[in-house]
């Protein structure tokens, strides 16, 4: 995290600072939604979402130390890569010659230890509980699930 700006502390709560960011805010009252905490002062981006760059501004609301809509903290992500993501291909999921991104028994591997975790979720709630019974369902989803590909990696293997 890279502080950008913090209004001074020496100013009148009425007064604007003329080295301050645009608050850039959003008419309807969108916010961006990032927040951070400095030194024990939390702080919450008030930008219209989806900004384009990186820096993060939070102005003040009524009662605030410093003007409404005046910005009193602003800060940059550390690990923020301006490049943009890659064009996904218009010719399908699949291009000849790409592969998969995962394979079967990776997502199989996968589907097996979500359901060992939600049925080890289970055990931590008084059984019959709401959470009890939300996290066996999950358990029971992801074991219909590996079971669906296991007989999916049956039939890959039976054909080859």
């Not at 003329?18 to 400095?38: E, M, N, Q, R």
């Not at 930008?47 to 501004?57: L, S, V, Y």
């Not at 019959?128 to 990696?153: M, N, P, W």
Request: proline share 8%; glycine share 8%; net charge negative.
């Amino acid at each position: 995290m890279d502080t950008t700006y913090r209004r001074p502390d020496n100013l009148d709560p009425n007064t604007l600072d003329p080295a301050a960011p645009v608050a850039d805010l959003d008419p309807s009252g969108s916010t961006c939604g990032a927040d951070i905490d400095d030194m024990g002062e939390p702080w919450f981006c008030t930008r219209r979402p989806a900004h384009t760059d990186n820096e993060h501004r939070a102005a003040f609301d009524r009662g605030g130390a410093g003007p409404v809509g005046a910005v009193g903290y602003a800060w940059r992500d550390e690990f923020y890569d301006p490049t943009p993501a890659p064009a996904p291909s218009r010719s399908g999921l699949r291009d000849v010659g790409t592969r998969a991104p995962f394979t079967l028994a990776q997502t199989l591997t996968w589907t097996e230890l979500r359901a060992e975790g939600a049925r080890a979720a289970a055990e931590h709630w008084v059984y019959g509980s709401r959470k009890h019974t939300q996290h066996t369902r999950e358990a029971d989803r992801f074991d219909a699930i590996a079971a669906e590909l296991h007989r999916l990696q049956d039939l890959d293997t039976t054909a080859g």
